[in-house]
């Protein structure tokens, strides 16, 4: 399919898609870790059952985070070495090379590079295949600005410390992690996936040489939930 703007039957059909998606989630049902532990099934499938549909990719609005945009509008990135964390079709990271930045985007998902690649044919963003948990040696200490947004939360809580270490990893001497995720308070029980993060969970993203330099509480409004904004600073 072409893609369209986002408009009330874009949202059906992401409701729908949103069912179909949630009965074969190994993780909707006891077991799901062991089943599919970094959920790359899962992802595989979300792509692949789109059939070029973004309303069946239950993240993709066809625009920037609001609050990647709202932090990008008060700075600019010029000759800064950006990475996309799990780019998904490409929004945010065309909106971080639009910014100045010099982009590396990656997904797990090879069907999700490639349906960036095609939405931004003329883009300057290096896309590629990549598993956080095993990244490129080349990309140790290699960024300026590692941005992750909903990466962490839709992964199980087996994974993030593991997930904290490899961001930390990215991120080069006087650089920063900028992180965006749905919240929620310390023993609040939310089902998921997705799972929203407690506030130990963002404290916990300082390992690795990181210390947080802002944490943001952002409350819900009509339009979105709850979510935490984040930058945690590694020192030159």
Not at 102 to 108: Q, R, Y
Request: hydrophobic share 45%; net charge negative.
């Amino acid at each position: 399919m072409g893609e369209a703007g986002v408009t009330e039957e874009f949202f059906a059909r992401r409701a729908a898609a949103r069912a179909r998606l949630d009965e074969i989630d190994p993780h909707k049902r006891p077991g799901g870790v062991e089943a599919d532990p970094q959920r790359k099934d899962w992802f595989e499938a979300v792509y692949r059952l789109a059939e070029g549909d973004a309303a069946g990719v239950p993240w993709a609005h066809l625009a920037p985070h609001p609050l990647l945009a709202d932090w990008l509008a008060t700075r600019r990135l010029d000759g800064l070495r950006a990475l996309d964390v799990g780019c998904g079709l490409g929004d945010n990271a065309e909106a971080l090379a639009a910014a100045g930045a010099n982009v590396t985007a990656f997904d797990l998902v090879g069907d999700a590079v490639a349906w960036a690649k095609r939405r931004f044919p003329q883009s300057a963003v290096e896309y590629r295949a990549a598993d956080l948990f095993a990244a490129p040696e080349e990309w140790r200490g290699g960024f300026d600005l590692v941005h992750e947004c909903y990466t962490l939360q839709a992964l199980p809580d087996t994974l993030l410390d593991a997930a904290a270490q490899a961001l930390a990893g990215l991120v080069a001497p006087g650089g920063l992690l900028l992180v965006i995720a749905r919240a929620r308070d310390e023993g609040q029980e939310i089902g998921g996936p997705p799972w929203p993060l407690p506030p130990s969970r963002m404290e916990a993203l300082s390992v690795g040489g990181l210390r947080c330099e802002t944490l943001e509480d952002i409350s819900a409004t009509n339009a979105m939930v709850r979510h935490w904004r984040a930058a945690f600073r590694r020192d030159g």
